[in-house]
């Protein structure tokens, strides 16, 4: 059964001729990073945790030194920057280089598409290597504040001299204007959407499927368990495994067809 969806998922991806993947932190847990809503997911293990991350971004608008205390404090970060892209973030990098995938939209917020080698990268929820000033829209990379990092000092906006934050997007926050222009206009263009690894549940980011499928979109889920989008036929088919051992066998389904066209 799994052997005729991958088949027929890489004739769709061949006949698409606007190909996007839509990814969750699914396609990230092969690669040593624990999801949220899996079965062992951070939020499924502490539920507590769950209701912390709501109050991370007041506090931050509060008290930024605060919540730049709290941030250092935090090991998911460092457990991120250790973690490398695994079969699941090649096979998607190896399908845009092909041509297949026109581009990733990502919620995850590791870097790990753009390090296998993925091009066009929408980080719908940010990324860990940037700050961002929530005022004026500038994103700078991580890197260049390491000193007020180091010195315990909240980052200041080059550009309007606000308060600068982690680019991750927490909840109560809003999507960035620019990310989530760019992502929607992606849903809205796309006739084959790749839905893998992910829960589908955390809005805006779980409309861009139903935008896609109410374009006239085949919408194809990648997960080990059904979500809304399948519980609502949103998704027209799911293939159901580990996403980091279907897509390789997707990519090497297309080029097995390649051949004989
Ligand atoms: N292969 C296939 N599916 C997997 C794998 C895997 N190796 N590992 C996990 N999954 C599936 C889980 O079954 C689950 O359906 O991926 C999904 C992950 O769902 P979530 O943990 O809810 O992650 P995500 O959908 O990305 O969450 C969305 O919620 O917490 C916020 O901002 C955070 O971006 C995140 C957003």
């Given amino acids: 059964m799994e052997l005729e969806l991958i088949k027929m998922c890489a004739r769709d991806l061949l006949n698409a001729n606007y190909a996007i993947a839509f990814t969750g932190a699914g396609v990230s847990t092969e690669s040593g990073i624990p999801d949220f809503r899996g079965p062992s997911g951070i939020w499924t293990r502490d539920p507590e945790a769950e209701r912390r991350s709501y109050e991370i971004f007041g506090k931050f608008l509060r008290n930024p030194k605060e919540y730049w205390e709290e941030v250092l404090k935090s090991p998911f970060y460092e457990i991120l ?7 699941a973030h090649y ?4 399908l845009e280089e092909m041509g297949i995938i026109k581009a990733v939209i990502t919620q995850n917020i590791d870097g790990l598409h753009s390090k296998a080698g993925s091009k066009k990268v929408l980080e719908f929820h940010g990324g860990i290597d940037k700050l961002r000033c929530i005022y004026c829209g500038c994103r700078f990379p991580r890197q260049e504040f390491a000193k007020e990092i180091e010195e315990r000092k909240v980052p200041i906006c080059k550009n309007c001299r606000s308060p600068l934050k982690m680019d991750v997007v927490y909840f109560t926050e809003q999507i960035p204007t620019d990310v989530y222009d760019l992502s929607l206009a992606e849903a809205m263009k796309c006739d084959l959407m790749l839905v893998c690894g992910t829960s589908a549940v955390v809005y805006p980011a779980a409309e861009l ?5 109410r374009r006239g979109a085949k919408v194809v889920e990648i997960n080990f368990e059904e979500t809304p989008l399948t519980l609502e036929g949103v998704s027209d088919y799911i293939i159901k495994g580990k996403v980091g051992e279907i897509l390789p066998k997707i990519v090497e389904e297309v080029k097995e067809l390649r051949k004989k066209q």
């Fill in 209 to 213: 499927p139903r935008v896609a499928k």
């Fill in 91 to 94: 096979a998607l990098a190896e």
């Fill in 81 to 87: 920057e250790k973690a490398k892209p695994n079969p």
